[in-house]
């Protein structure tokens, strides 16, 4: 069992920056997938960036070039740098890890609320 804890949200002015962070209860060191996931009121969850088990990473088009997902050099820390926000960004972020393909491997975080005014 992992235990996933974000913080680092809160309300910003368009244009602004925040840094996520999700805490692991253990070391993750094999992954499918590490992720930041987001969900809007009315929308669904959406997976904005990750980092896959080869070491690349991919972003959401939405977010693409703002936004920058890394790993603590310890392998218990994941980062979501999210920069030049927008009010569209709003919405409650969820760190997620994938040990293994298949839902019963994924482990969330209880999010953490990202407002952005304008």
């Known amino acids: 069992q992992v235990q996933l804890v974000e913080s680092g949200g809160g309300l910003v002015q368009s244009g602004g920056s925040l840094r996520l962070s999700c805490a692991a209860s253990v070391r993750i060191i094999s992954f499918n997938r590490l992720g930041w996931y987001r969900q809007a009121p009315g929308k669904q969850r959406e997976l904005v960036a990750g980092?896959?088990?080869?070491?690349?990473?991919n972003y959401a088009d939405s977010v693409k070039g703002r936004f920058t997902i890394s790993r603590g050099n310890a392998g218990n820390m994941m980062y979501l740098q999210m920069n030049n926000l927008k009010p569209e960004d709003t919405a409650v972020y969820y760190c997620n890890v994938k040990l293994r393909v298949g839902a019963s491997y994924d482990y969330w975080g209880q999010g953490t609320q990202v407002t952005v005014s304008s």
């Open positions: 980092i896959f088990s080869g070491g690349s990473t």
